[in-house]
């Protein structure tokens, strides 16, 4: 069965400084991976998707992540962490055709 | 482009009443809706899943006379609580997707209170 594992449930840093937020896959093939993010009270807007093309992956407001195999990991970084990155950001899989997966999340805060 | 719009986005209401939340496809044809819940604190359970014209695949666990799904057209779905009960408050998001590969698009989500 396809699952994800956030490797961290709260994540800080200082304003200007790197993010990065841990994810491992489970799969028993190729899988299209998804970062979402969450703010307070909001539903899930799409950061970034890996669907077997480049395995690095570039995404929206300065995003991007990783896909390892080697590793099963999908790794989301960012170089400089900006104060509307606090957030709740979760790593999902694509079960089959259409359902998903979703992480437990990691909660990040930016502290300025 | 792809905006899923939910309403409403807080309801507060009585035991034993009855709440229906919409989700619609603002700018796209959704031939397949996504319920979800979440509890503070965690993770999206997938409630349900619709297709445009057919009966709605509950997840394990999920009480399907308990929350109606209707998903009457290509860019509405609706999920009606019956007779909730405070055990049912919590946040409800929508998703759809018109295409098997384009990622699900969300809505804004329902909080839901029963007092």
């Known amino acids: 069965a396809q699952s994800v594992t956030q490797l961290d449930s709260h994540v800080s840093v200082s304003e200007g400084t790197p993010v990065l937020l841990r994810c491992n896959y489970s799969?028993?093939?190729?899988?299209?991976l998804f970062w979402y993010v969450q703010h307070p009270n909001k539903g899930l807007q799409l950061l970034l998707k890996?669907?077997?093309?480049?395995?690095l992956v570039k995404g929206i407001n300065g995003f991007e992540a990783e896909f390892k195999k080697s590793e099963t990991s999908f790794h989301l970084t960012k170089p400089s962490a900006h104060m509307s990155d606090a957030a709740e950001y979760f790593c999902?899989?694509?079960?089959?055709?259409?359902?998903?997966?979703f992480g437990a999340g990691t909660t990040v805060t930016v502290r300025a | 482009g792809a905006v899923v719009s939910q309403h409403p986005s807080w309801v507060i209401c009585k035991s034993g009443t009855s709440v229906k939340i919409e989700c619609r496809s603002l700018d796209f044809q959704a031939t397949t809706m996504f319920w979800y819940r979440q509890f503070p604190k965690q993770s999206l359970m997938l409630m349900a899943t619709s297709n445009e014209g057919s009966k709605a695949t509950y997840e394990q666990g999920v009480e399907k006379d308990k929350f109606l799904i209707n998903h009457a057209s290509l860019t509405l779905s609706t999920l009606t609580v019956t007779s909730a009960h405070p055990e049912d408050s919590s946040f409800y998001i929508c998703?759809?997707?018109?295409?098997?590969?384009?990622?699900?698009?969300f809505g804004d989500g329902t909080r839901l209170s029963i007092l």
């Open positions: 890996y669907t077997s093309a480049a395995t």
């Open positions: 998703s759809a997707r018109d295409t098997s590969n384009q990622p699900q698009h």
């Open positions: 999902v899989v694509s079960v089959d055709d259409y359902k998903l997966s």
């Open positions: 799969s028993s093939y190729s899988p299209s």
